[in-house]
């Protein structure tokens, strides 16, 4: 906490977690739309209607929440974990449909798009999104297939789902945007196999 | 032009030239790193070197600023177009390799990394994307393609191809960061080419 901002009692348990849910949003859409250079502790402090002493107390810096506003729940890593446990040649339309079911949850996507949002031009961000990439996209992969080529495997699907997640619910270009979760389970999830387990060259 | 900006003789064509070269660079890491609230014009011209009102003169406001910025130039678009005339059997590959070339060329590559950063947070440049798209990319296939759902599969072809570009070229993951072209023809090369002419459910 910086010099001169007063502690200040923390409220109930309940309200902390509505106040911090509220400058999370903020901050979010602040990074999102404003990078980092253009969000203030100050200007989410103002969207989120709180003061901003509270961000500092809650946050500690912009540094902390920017970490934290970019946070994955830990409910998100266990839905991917579990769509790993698949039987292996019905990974590609699993991964496909995790994805899809990932974007859909209101619980996950405000965050996913801010995060990919916020990537796109901040290079702290970028660092995360490529940890999180290796920890939770490549670490099961690396577990789970016999193949040769592993990293590389895993790194070609996660470009495929990716693809689809930036044209269909970051940018929203058609036709991807409106095409049906079973017909991009059909059409896409051969390809997520064939770079898991199929021939590549 | 704003009231109260002074009109200023251009100078001769190649200084011009070299001036909003440098105008337009400077815009570019702006709109990519800060967005369209963080970028003013008094900025961009500081980071270019040159007075406000030399902007001004050339680009006229912020909107016509960020067009010019995130414009790219017709020898990308011809380079696209050349692609889709191979066989239609080799288009996969064609298309791979094409997309690999022109983000290693130095006259493009700027262009589209800040075009693609800035899209992540701007609305008006991914609308851009979205017209760029469509004329670009999916009106060739419409000509080319004799298969049924011509603009689906343009648009999953594009997804994989976009998915490659942020994960190699903007967000600089591995291992797909340091794949071989060669490699990456053969792997993705499959993919572009069932979406484009093979079966897709």
Chains 1, 2 share one sequence.
Request: net charge neutral; no cysteine.
């Amino acid at each position: 906490m910086p010099d001169g901002v007063e502690r200040r009692p923390a409220g109930p348990r309940e309200e902390r977690g509505v106040l911090q849910g509220r400058i999370l949003a903020s901050a979010r859409d602040s990074f999102a739309s404003d990078g980092w250079a253009g969000t203030s502790i100050r200007g989410v402090a103002r969207k989120a209607g709180v003061d901003p002493a509270l961000v500092y107390h809650y946050f500690g810096s912009k540094e902390q929440l920017l970490d934290a506003a970019t946070e994955m729940p830990p409910e998100w890593a266990a839905g991917i974990r579990g769509d790993w446990t698949m039987p292996l040649d019905r990974l590609g339309e699993a991964l496909v449909r995790g994805t899809l079911r990932n974007w859909a949850d209101e619980r996950f996507r405000p965050l996913l798009l801010a995060t990919l949002q916020t990537a796109a031009h901040e290079p702290r961000t970028r660092e995360k999104v490529g940890r999180v990439f290796a920890g939770v996209l490549m670490a099961p992969a690396l577990e789970r297939l016999n193949a040769d080529q592993r990293p590389r495997r895993a790194g070609l699907a996660a470009t495929q789902l990716l693809g689809i997640v930036m044209m269909r619910e970051v940018w929203r270009i058609e036709p991807v945007a409106s095409m049906e979760v079973d017909h991009l389970a059909a059409a896409v999830g051969p390809t997520i196999q064939r770079y898991l387990t199929g021939d590549l060259d």
